[in-house]
């Protein structure tokens, strides 16, 4: 078991070994911004009523995601979702 409950973040396309983490560390930030690329909001897990995020890593990256909250959330289908894990720059 890993620091977030599985070995889920070490295994698959890229390999076995973990993603170094650290305590102060936080498992997934999303960022929300519109279809013209206005910022609209940001959930990190654990803060408010977002529990995480759920997806498949494919060739190119993250694919087929779920996000995961306690009650309903003002997200439209044509909203940019950018998703960092870990405190990474990256997305």
């Given amino acids: 078991m890993g620091n977030y409950g599985s070995d889920f ?3 698959g396309v890229y390999g076995g070994g973990n993603i170094p983490t650290s305590p102060t560390s936080i498992p997934v930030i999303i960022e929300l911004y519109d279809n013209n690329k206005g910022y609209k909001n940001t959930y ?3 803060v408010g009523g977002f529990v995480g995020v759920n ?3 494919d060739e190119s990256g993250p694919a087929d995601f779920i996000i995961v909250f ?3 959330q003002r997200i439209l289908t044509r909203d940019i979702i950018k998703i960092r894990l870990f405190n ?4």
Avoid at 88 to 91: E, K
Wanted: charged share 10%; aromatic share 18%.
């Fill in 44 to 46: 990190q897990t654990g």
């Fill in 9 to 11: 973040y070490g295994s």
């Fill in 88 to 91: 990474s720059a990256d997305y």
């Fill in 55 to 57: 997806f498949r890593l």
């Fill in 70 to 72: 306690t009650g309903p």
